[in-house]
């Protein structure tokens, strides 16, 4: 299996990459989603703009309390991070689950969330954490909440013209404890569902993030309200579990949610 033919660039700033993008081209990062697509010529751009020499779109750092993420960061390196472990523990949890470690030392963080994947580990994970994604073009920039970015299965807000930039994560609330858990048939392969949650203290907001369950990651609001009031973990995640429609997976994203809420230390 081969793409079709393309026109190549390797741009070195962002700048130049930005004007390279149009209806016709195609952004590569990690390639590990868009070269197989590629391959089975399921997606046929005009022009690959190669992100991997742009130097500037690679960090993870840590400001005022907030984590910014570079869209050219290597899946790796959150998992390596031992700020990341401390500080947002659920996205070690979540990036652990992404393929093998071979994936994770070329796959981008970017790359993952610009895929939009609805079994994804780490969009689930960012849509749990209230993440906001950060966008540029030619004509300027944007921020775009979780519910806001994923529009639907492999979709995203970004126009064509358009690069995520920056994913940038809030702090967790003091004393709030989080857990990913997720069901594939073999390790390393598509998940058919999974929960992300964040257990905090009383009287701060908890979330529940669901994979697998739509076409976009899926916050499940009624549960995650029914855990702030003090609901049983059963009960909540029977809540979380009724948002998805297929039986099957209905009731694997209920036992999933309840281990998952287990672990955090929900009872």
Known sequence: MKPAPFDYEAPRTLHRALELLDDDAKALAGG??????????????????????VGELAYLRRRRGRLHIGAMTRQATLERSE??????PLLRQAVGHVGHPQIRARGTVGGSCAHADPTAELP????ALDARFHVRSRAGRRTLRAEEFFVTHLTTALAADELLVEVEVPPLPEGARSAFVEHARTHGD???????????????????????????????????????????????????????????????TTALVRRALREAGAR
Request: positive net charge; aromatic residues 4%.
């Open 32 to 53: 590990q989603s868009l070269v197989p697509v590629m391959n089975f010529r399921l997606a046929r751009p005009a022009r690959l703009v190669d992100l991997n020499r």
């Open 124 to 127: 689930v994970a960012l849509t």
């Open 83 to 88: 700020v990341v472990a401390r500080a947002w």
């Open 190 to 252: 598509f998940a058919l569902a999974g929960a992300a949650v964040v257990v905090a203290p009383a009287g701060t907001p908890s979330a529940i993030a669901l994979l697998g369950a739509a076409a976009t990651p899926l916050r499940a609001r009624e549960a995650e309200a029914a855990l702030g009031a003090g609901a049983a973990a059963a009960d909540v995640a029977r809540l979380a579990g009724d948002l998805v429609a297929d039986e099957y997976r209905r009731a694997l």
